[in-house]
């Protein structure tokens, strides 16, 4: 909770705030905490989601199986935590985090490091509950923007695909789930990473990006 009107922090503890446009309610981050943090002082830091928590899977494996048994549906899981570039940058703020993937590349892999590691264990007790009875799993870490990639093919290689890897490794081993990867804008030059990182589906297919005719 937060005490101003119009704002809230999520359980990461990024500020958020509603913005008004046109009737249409929008949310923008207000505040990124680690902004200024240091690698010694991501271990201290009190907003880490807790992935051991049961409550976060209470009624999951029974839910998926009842959808699983009594409806015709393919069913997509949507983990709770299901991104690793996007959540730094929330977490780091947009220019420090893209401008630290060449400048200061320990941080960011530190960074990426706590949150792929609450990622899979999250993941791991998600898909012990519900693996059996869906079809896709979705991850979403937009990397483009609208006239080209956020980062270099390279940059990606290097600084992302190895944690988007493992943890699309693991759900193939926990699940016969395809892996769906949600990313706005131009990827057409990731697109042969992102398959060899274990992408099936790409969502979407921006046609309003460059490169990204159908």
Not at 10 to 37: C, F, M, Q, T
Not at 131 to 139: A, D, N
Request: net charge negative; proline share 6%; glycine share 8%.
């Amino acid at each position: 909770p937060c005490s101003e009107p119009g704002y809230f922090y999520d359980e990461w503890g990024v500020k958020w705030k509603e913005v008004e446009v046109n009737g249409i309610i929008y949310r923008e981050v207000a505040e990124s905490p680690l902004e200024h943090a240091t690698i010694a002082e991501l271990d201290d830091y009190p907003w880490w989601p807790d992935p051991l928590d049961p409550n976060r899977y209470a009624g999951l494996g029974e839910y998926a199986r009842q959808l699983f048994n009594h409806t015709d549906y393919a069913l997509v899981g949507c983990p709770a935590f299901n991104s690793v570039w996007e959540r730094s940058y929330l977490l780091c703020g947009f220019s420090r985090t893209l401008e630290s993937l060449v400048t200061d590349p320990d941080f960011v892999h530190a960074v990426f490091r706590k949150i792929t590691d609450i990622t899979t264990i999250s993941l791991a007790r998600y898909l012990d509950q519900v693996g059996p009875y869906i079809q896709l799993v979705k991850i979403g870490d937009d990397l483009g923007g609208q006239d080209n990639c956020l980062m270099s093919p390279a940059t990606y290689r290097r600084m992302v695909q190895p944690y988007h890897q493992e943890i699309f490794s693991l759900i193939k081993q926990r699940s016969e789930a395809r892996v769906f990867l949600h990313t706005c804008g131009a990827v057409a030059k990731l697109l042969g990473d992102l398959i060899e990182a274990g992408v099936e589906i790409l969502n979407p297919v921006q046609v309003s990006a460059k490169g990204m005719e159908t």
